[in-house]
């Protein structure tokens, strides 16, 4: 899962420090992989009150186009459904909403831009599941 990391972060120009956050040991990471390559990555942080927070949500540039991002996504919506979260909610980079918007995941009345990392955010929930 490194590798997915520090690609990301090269990318996107992030310190490789912002990914440790000490959640890991509550945390379930997930890898997706293609033609026996690891090629993505995911996270569920449970929250209280039945709520997941989906995070670092990596795929390798060089498998892009290939929906490894979607596939991880509606797989990580219908774990939370089978075990019995709320709700799911995560911090999207502003530009990139559209991803997520597509997959049913809304931005909430009050929830504004913010700065992460040095880039904006925005929460987005999908409830109800």
């Not at 990301?8 to 997706?32: M, P």
């Not at 795929?59 to 459904?81: H, M, N």
């Not at 997959?103 to 992460?116: M, P």
């Amino acid at each position: 899962m490194l590798h997915f990391i520090f690609e990301k972060h090269l990318e996107q120009g992030y310190s490789v420090q912002i990914e440790q956050d000490n959640q890991d040991d509550i945390c379930q990471h997930w890898v997706a992989t293609y033609k026996s390559k690891d090629v993505g990555s995911i996270r569920l942080w449970p929250k209280p009150n039945g709520v997941a927070k989906l995070g670092r949500l990596s795929v390798l540039s060089s498998s892009r186009g290939l929906y490894i991002g979607q596939k991880l996504v509606l797989e990580f919506i219908e774990y939370c459904k089978q075990n019995k979260f709320n709700a799911i909610v995560l911090h999207s980079q502003y530009p990139k909403r559209g991803f997520y918007e597509k997959l049913g995941f809304v931005i909430e009345e009050g929830d504004e831009i913010f700065e992460e990392a040095g880039t904006p955010h925005v929460r987005m929930w999908m409830r109800n599941l």
